[in-house]
């Protein structure tokens, strides 16, 4: 006889086993990593714009995703070259102009912001 109660749809996917789903747990796994691991990078680098350009986190997080879409690049790009400038490691001259600009946009009345960032 027959149950009453439905089995869950993902119940039958979950217990299924071969090389296929194994596959796609690696590539899932994988993904969500670099994923992490982006996110992170973000994260640190909006907390380095908030204390080189004297901003809170929420508009260091608005800097970082303005600075990306003018030089439309990633934001974890962006984020990069964010912390090798904190490092002192060069970056591209248009992404340490538009830092400029943007963290000048942001901070209206105060000095230029390149007293602030690192050369």
Do not use: C, Q, W
């Amino acid at each position: 006889m027959r149950s009453s109660t439905p089995e869950p749809r993902f119940a039958k996917l979950s217990s299924a086993t071969g090389p296929v789903t194994d596959e796609l747990a690696r590539s899932e796994h994988a993904r969500l990593r670099r994923v992490l691991a982006a996110r992170a990078t973000i994260n640190m680098a909006e907390g380095a714009l908030a204390v080189l350009g004297h901003l809170p986190i929420e508009e260091a997080g608005l800097v970082l995703a303005d600075v990306a879409r003018r030089l439309r690049i990633d934001a974890h790009l962006l984020a990069d070259h964010v912390l090798n400038l904190v490092r002192g490691i060069a970056v591209p001259d248009a992404v340490y102009g538009e830092l400029h600009r943007v963290l000048d946009e942001y901070r209206p009345g105060e000095r230029d912001a390149a007293d602030r960032l690192p050369e």
